[in-house]
């Protein structure tokens, strides 16, 4: 994988998940290639924000309808937002133990997992909080009240979330469960894994910016994405990557956030002071084969700043990572 320079980036809404998804301008170079290798595509609205899944091979068609009822399938497993889903269930019902689908079961261990190993600055139990700032499409843009941030946080600890067999409780009446930071991420290396087992070769996954690359363009080069320049004009590079059967997951302070008194407020928050994160970046970019870790490192390395996310990330010698910072420098991890 080569890096260079153009891209475009969007932020989206998400599953009611506190996370910034990369949105890539994809530029795709087929020229030359014959009829039966040009893309085939799918668009669906699922998390709130439009997903796209791109093959290169027509007859891969059919496996576009697949893709999105696994998309709606995720949604109504993952989303706290959707009532009986398990997610809901199990916030809704603390206390008492909810049984739930093996995915859910999974990316509950695997969200639990990160938790541990950030000793909570990534946490599933985070739900308390991000449900105050409400930076969905919805939010009124405004500052929650301190008491009920202090609230918040006195209810926010992975440990209250138990597991026993294909079980979930909270054990915290107070406590809430948001997978944002790692739940898009589960679900496209789900669908690369289901694609991969019909014999996809040559592909892209596009969850409202988690992004998977299966194999390279049909021509054998690098499919290629930007990453958008923090607070400019949607469209503006400040880089371009070309990709070759790797996943890309940004989290950023410019795209979901809102201003008062002249102080920016953006989705990605602290769990220990309760308020957005400070940590002198503007945007984290993650590339590994992993999706559900780019998810999750993105978020866990944006929070960390950058010295102490490449600390971290020197014990994930496969993982690369691009930093921006608040005055715009541009920093390679691993590269």
Not at 246 to 256: D, H, L
Request: aromatic fraction near 10%; charge should be negative.
């Amino acid at each position: 994988m080569h890096v260079h320079l153009s891209l475009f980036h969007i932020k989206c809404n998400r599953l009611r998940f506190p996370v910034l998804y990369l949105v890539p301008f994809i530029v795709l170079f087929l020229t030359g290639c014959s009829k039966r290798l040009q893309p085939v595509s799918a668009t669906g609205f699922y998390y709130d924000t439009v997903i796209t899944i791109t093959l290169y091979d027509p007859d891969s068609k059919p496996l576009l309808d697949e893709c999105m009822q696994l998309a709606s399938h995720y949604e109504n497993l993952f989303s706290p937002a959707i009532e009986g889903s398990d997610i809901q269930r199990i916030n809704a019902n603390p206390g008492s133990f909810v049984t739930v689908d093996d995915d859910t079961l999974t990316l509950i261990k695997t969200a639990l997992s990160y938790a541990e190993r950030s000793d909570g600055i990534v946490t599933p139990s985070i739900g308390a909080l991000s449900s105050l700032w409400n930076f969905g499409s919805d939010n009124t843009q405004q500052i929650p009240v301190q008491t009920a941030i202090e609230n918040a946080l006195a209810h926010i600890d992975y440990r209250c979330i138990e597991v026993k067999g294909n079980q979930v409780r909270l054990t915290d009446p107070d406590a809430s469960i948001d997978l944002g930071f790692i739940a898009k991420g589960f679900i496209a290396d789900c669908m690369k894994e289901y694609l991969l087992s019909e014999g996809v070769t040559s592909g892209l996954i596009n969850l409202g910016g988690n992004l998977v690359a299966i194999g390279s363009k049909p021509d054998g080069g690098p499919f290629k994405i930007g990453i958008q320049k923090p607070f400019e004009s949607s469209g503006t590079a400040a880089l371009t990557l070309d990709l070759t059967d790797i996943s890309v997951v940004s989290s950023g302070n410019y795209e979901r956030y809102f201003l008062q008194n002249g102080v920016l407020y953006h989705h990605i928050l602290s769990v220990e002071t309760g308020y957005p994160v400070k940590s002198g970046l503007s945007q984290v970019t993650i590339l590994c084969t992993d999706s559900t870790a780019a998810d999750a490192l993105s978020t866990l390395c944006f929070t960390l700043g950058y010295e102490k996310a490449v600390r971290l990330l020197e014990e994930y010698p496969d993982v690369q990572a691009v930093f921006i910072t608040e005055d715009g420098q541009i920093l390679y991890h691993n590269f």
